[in-house]
């Protein structure tokens, strides 16, 4: 009799919540990318942990942005934005260096020049990122104003007032190859800090595995 009552007792187990997507990656998920070699090297079969979540936030829509990073500190920045084939879009941070290997720097800085009508073409030929790189280039966005939280706002608005102290204003720059799947992205902030971002628009399932942390 006392083993029924306890048996009855028990409570139920709580359900797990459910990663089928990479758009549910939070902080601590780790996920993994397939062998497909239609993948950038650099991330070819990379297993990595998401280490920080933030929104990004433009007039008319905000995105989340995972910030990841695996065995080679390589910082993966995984995001959202909304394209027709609701493709993710997978990024890498530059260094000077790095850009200055990729691009010729006279033909750059026309990027930051109004009203915002540059070409570009890659100069690099041979380099670890040269299968994300488009043929050319086309400037989209000149000077757009927009923010950064660091919060995770997916499904919810970021806050109106700008003034809270985990929002950064920016001025962005865009650039698009490859009929869009292909993006050159840079955030310019108030203190003159500039981060310029390599991005390839990629399916979802490229991401082979997701498991939750801790399990």
């Known amino acids: 009799m006392r083993f029924l009552k306890s ?3 028990k409570q139920a187990t709580t359900p ?3 990663l089928n997507q990479p758009d549910q990656l939070l902080m601590g998920d780790i996920f993994c990318f397939g062998d497909s070699f239609a993948l950038p090297e650099v991330m070819r ?4 942990q998401v280490n920080d979540v933030i929104t990004i936030e433009f007039k008319h829509q905000h995105y989340v942005q995972l910030i990841a990073q695996g065995s080679d500190q390589k910082l993966v920045y995984l995001s959202f934005p909304k394209n027709p084939k ?6 890498l941070l530059l260094t000077r260096a790095e850009v200055e290997a990729l691009f010729d720097m006279d033909a750059f800085s026309e990027i930051f020049e109004a009203p915002g009508n540059a070409r570009l073409i890659p100069t690099a030929k041979q380099h670890a ?3 994300m790189l488009a043929a050319e280039y086309i400037q989209q966005d000149f000077s757009t104003s927009g ?3 660091q919060a995770d706002y997916r499904d919810s608005k970021p806050p109106q007032h700008t003034d809270q102290e985990h929002s950064q204003e920016f001025e962005y720059y865009s650039l698009e ?3 869009g799947l292909r993006k050159i992205e840079i955030f310019i902030f108030e203190n003159g800090d500039t981060d310029v971002y390599l991005s390839s628009l990629r399916p979802a399932s490229d ?3 997701l498991w939750i942390k801790g399990e």
């Not at 079969?45 to 990595?48: V, W």
């Not at 609701?86 to 990024?91: A, E, F, P």
Request: aromatic share 10%; hydrophobic share 35%; with cysteine.
């Open 177 to 179: 190859g490859n009929e």
């Open 207 to 209: 991401i082979a595995e």
């Open 147 to 149: 923010y950064i939280h």
């Open 16 to 18: 797990t919540r459910a």
């Open 129 to 131: 990122y040269a299968d």
């Open 86 to 91: 609701n493709l993710m879009q997978c990024s």
């Open 7 to 9: 048996l009855f007792s």
């Open 45 to 48: 079969k990379q297993q990595l």
